[in-house]
């Protein structure tokens, strides 16, 4: 679906965005607000884009977990103000790699 393809490839941007930005590490984005909040614009960025994708499309890749990641993005929006920065480097650091590479298959499959 063409629709799919052109979130798949912003999904895909978002990441490597972040990436760039987290490129010093651990200390060095728990001690800038500027790279954090660039890192949490592009996983809200990211966020809507999944929200967008096709059911059928999400369906065929349950290993992710899609609820999770739009609750994450209300808590992004809603309740900025509770946000937690570790818990955000957690998923930086842990979570975006195996969504990368299912994004990465998603792109091939459409």
Known sequence: MKD???YLIH?????DRIEQYVIG???EFLGSLL????VMRNLQ??????????DRL????????????????????????????PRVWEIVERELPAL??????MLEEV
Do not use: P
Not at 35 to 38: T, V
């Open 4 to 6: 799919d393809k052109l």
């Open 11 to 15: 999904i895909s941007e978002c990441i």
């Open 25 to 27: 590490g651990q200390t």
């Open 35 to 38: 790279i954090q909040d660039a």
């Open 45 to 54: 960025t990211l966020a809507e884009s999944t929200q967008r994708l096709s």
């Open 58 to 85: 999400k369906d065929a890749h349950n290993e992710i977990d899609w609820r999770r990641i739009a609750g994450f993005r209300n808590v992004i929006v809603h309740d900025y103000l509770g946000v937690d920065i």
């Open 100 to 105: 990368k590479r299912v994004v990465k298959n």
